[in-house]
């Protein structure tokens, strides 16, 4: 096996990553206890600062860096907090109770958007379509676990095809 690879686009990347909001320490995201993460690098998959930041490491080093939320998931944008009638969740709340700060997904035109309940009335819902990270810097703890070359496949389609590289079905 190659042991001169290093992160770089067309490579599929596995890490152990920590995420820890800087002001607080607090952790949002681990892969602790988990199988690391793979993607296929130079795909979009991550976001923008994640990969930036890894590139050119080897198998084995470890990178701490801290993006902006520009190099993240983006600003907060107002236009993405919508008030919606309460009577909409009328069947979901034969289920369950609505409650701030509960996360659900919305059936859109263009696909399943999460968003998290910022306030409730009688009459609405205020339903905040930002990601809960957005507007956010945001401080990565990484390791590279392993890196191979991807297959033709996963370069044309743009996603990893588990471990060997091989078509998914
Ligand atoms: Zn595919």
Same mark, same amino acid.
């Given at each position: 096996?190659?042991?001169?690879?290093?992160?770089?686009?067309?490579?599929?990347? #596995?890490?152990?990553?920590?995420?820890?909001?800087?002001?607080?320490?607090?952790?949002?995201?681990?892969?602790?206890?988990?199988?690391?993460?793979?993607?296929?690098?130079? %795909?979009?998959?991550?976001?923008?600062?994640?990969?930036?930041?890894?590139? &050119?490491?080897?198998?084995?080093?470890?990178?701490?860096?801290?993006?902006?939320?520009?190099?993240?998931? &983006?600003?907060?944008? !107002?236009?993405?907090?919508?008030?919606?009638?309460?009577?909409?969740?009328?069947?979901?709340?034969?289920? $369950? #109770?609505?409650?701030?700060?509960?996360?659900?997904?919305?059936?859109?035109? %263009?696909?399943?958007?999460?968003?998290?309940?910022? $306030?409730?009335?009688?009459?609405?819902?205020?339903? !905040?379509?930002?990601?809960?990270?957005?507007?956010?810097?945001?401080?990565? #703890?990484?390791?590279?676990?392993?890196?191979?070359?991807?297959?033709?496949?996963?370069?044309?389609?743009?996603?990893?095809?588990?471990?060997?590289?091989?078509? %998914?079905?």
């Amino acid at each position: 096996m190659m042991t001169d690879l290093t992160v770089s686009e067309n490579m599929v990347a #596995s890490v152990h990553y920590k995420g820890t909001l800087p002001d607080s320490g607090d952790v949002f995201d681990s892969s602790e206890g988990r199988e690391p993460l793979t993607f296929l690098v130079g %795909h979009k998959q991550m976001i923008p600062g994640f990969e930036e930041e890894i590139m &050119g490491a080897k198998v084995g080093e470890n990178r701490e860096f801290t993006l902006t939320s520009e190099r993240a998931y &983006g600003e907060r944008d !107002d236009e993405a907090v919508l008030e919606i009638p309460r009577a909409q969740f009328a069947q979901l709340e034969q289920e $369950a #109770s609505l409650e701030v700060g509960m996360q659900l997904v919305a059936q859109m035109p %263009h696909g399943p958007s999460p968003f998290t309940i910022t $306030a409730l009335s009688d009459e609405a819902v205020t339903a !905040d379509f930002n990601h809960t990270l957005a507007g956010q810097s945001l401080t990565f #703890s990484v390791e590279i676990v392993e890196l191979r070359e991807a297959s033709e496949d996963e370069m044309s389609h743009g996603h990893v095809h588990g471990p060997d590289g091989h078509h %998914h079905d």
